[in-house]
């Protein structure tokens, strides 16, 4: 097995550009995307202008697409049959992410590519870190020859026109899923042993969008089975707006419900990695690629970063994607049809947010509320969106959603348990319900079954919701071939729990545990007003019985990670209350980081703060946060100097513990006048504006 060691480093970003004084953000590594040579620079120099800055250079391109026209063209292996690889729907027209950019059918000549052309080269450049992002297939692909080739010898029967009935669509997506799966394991792989050949150590990341919104999205990718294989060293999780912002049904009303998205987002991600010895990065990105105004973006931002920091076993990060759209691009003013760059309140509040990345630490502390309860999710939900049969619907993903958001709204964090890590003794650690359907997913491997029965006889509870009657139910698996006549894996998984393979609803007893059968679809308790109420007592009651405890119900979570409290307040929950914290805070989402003896925050809002009474104890003089990277510090009996970094054109406000009033502050050697001193905190305010090559800052009491 492959060695898997710490991370290279805490932050990173991915940028195709140069080093630039503009988005020189100050992370700990970079991920130069892509090896193609633009115009006057090379991909060799566009690494070295990052490394010769002191970033720990890292290496991301696409495995799905990307500007690979030297292969589409036939250039690399003379060959022009490559242009047929892409992936095509059903009127035959060609699924692309831009000109000679289509989602690539990953057949071996792509694999060879993909290794001979792109990943030698950058293991020769020196990189050791490796990412290759999004293995996506579309749902609505599936009809080009390439695919049709690969289905034969998958198979070893002719392919079949996935939207011809359910089995077709299983079948389809299911070697989807395989193609991508063998296609990394294959790349990655050759970069580990060409790697070994020239003595490095090569690191393989997949960064990906997690399999509620692959799901949601109708896009087919190998997801949690990655995380086994011994060449995977870890992922990044690519939450953010544009995926969290994706509208969902609750209690009969469908729309965007963004921070309680990215939570499970981000718990999906996290569980994939739970019981196995895996990085895994949290992504958020302060803008989307929908055109949308500056306060539409900051206030997103902020619930998926609130979102993202209520894991606090998670403290590695990609701060952001393109950084040259984020600094350089041209948005909407809010309310106008004018466009400009970010303003400079929304980038200090920024690099303020990212800048406590490079700091906050994982905590043994966990989010408020009931822990314990757990809802079952599978790679197979992807094979079961596109396209509908049957008459059978599932508006929005209801199914997961039915059975998450009714106790995520009433305070509950929900973890989420994928069926692939049920091998893992971890993976039931400290749960005690778990609540899953065949309704929107099924098992890939009988095997599961019998880790959740061993789960449920030593005590566990299991919710079951679901009436069976999806499509699905009956395409070609293990339940119904090989000598097996189950006419839905249920059936299966009741039998193994001693139980008729169809029971009624109601509630069972196996060995010290319990089951509780709903047969209602879990789509109706989102899609229906008021529907959730008894799914909801059901998990409350059973849940009471196995821990003896009443399920906590609130708007709110709280998590505290050092001196740092992240809060989330829920609307369409159990209370309209706001929260409010008392003590001494410095609000992080505010780019003034005024000091708070009372934060307040309403439902629907999140917030973020210092709290600067767990300072650790000793701490003479520090920037507590601020808008840019801190370096150089230097602290005597009556002074305090340092040198801050952050990108050109804009502006940095510090919040800054000190023993005492400053007598003399001053700033690359010009003193100033107006920084503000507050007593109570002991804390000053000082802005200026930020040079990537640093602002010496000198502090005199």
Known sequence: MYAQNAPEAKTIFQTSE??????????????????VDKPGVTFEQRMQSWKDRGYKVQFMTGVAWGDYSDYFLGWWDKSIEHMKE???DRDGREIGHGYLTPYIVPTESFIRYMQEKQIKRVIDSGITSIYLEEPEFWAHAGYSDAFRNEWQKYYNFPWRAQHESPENTYLSNKLKYQL???????????AKEYGKSKGLEIKCYVPTHSLVNYTSWQIISPEASLASLDCVDGYIAQVWTGTSREPVFYNGVKKERVFENAFLEYGCMKSMTDPLNREMYFLTD???DRAKDWTDYKINYQATFAAQLMYPMIDTYEVMPWPDRIYQGLYRIAGTDKRQRIPRSYSTQMQVMINTLNDIKKSSKQISGTKGIGVLMANSMMFQRFPNHAGYED????SFYGQTLPLLKKGVPVDIVHIENTPFAQTFKDLKVLVMSYSNMKPLDAKFHGFIADWVKNGGALVYCGEDIDPYQSVLEWWNTNGNNYTAPSEHLFEQMGMERKPSAGAFSYGKGTVIVMREDPKHFVLKEGNDA????????VYKKVTKKAVETKNNFIVERGPYTITAVLDESVSAEPLHLKGLYIDLFDKDLPVLTEAIIKPGEQGYYYNIKNVARGTKAKVLCGASRIYDEKVSA????FVAKSPLNTT???????????????VNGKEVQDALWDQHSKTMRLGFENNPDGVSVIVEW
Request: aromatic share 16%; glycine share 4%; net charge positive.
């Open 18 to 35: 140069p080093w630039k004084t503009e988005t020189d953000i100050r992370a700990d590594g970079v991920m130069v995307y892509g090896t």
């Open 86 to 88: 892409g992936q095509r």
């Open 180 to 190: 991508y799966y063998n296609a990394l394991e294959k790349i990655f792989t050759y």
């Open 286 to 288: 302060p803008i989307e």
């Open 395 to 398: 508006p929005q993903f209801s």
């Open 534 to 541: 008894a799914y909801f007592q059901t998990v409350a009651d």
């Open 638 to 641: 009556n002074s305090y100097s």
């Open 652 to 666: 940095n406000i510090s919040r800054i513990l000190l023993p005492k009033a400053p007598k003399k502050v001053s």
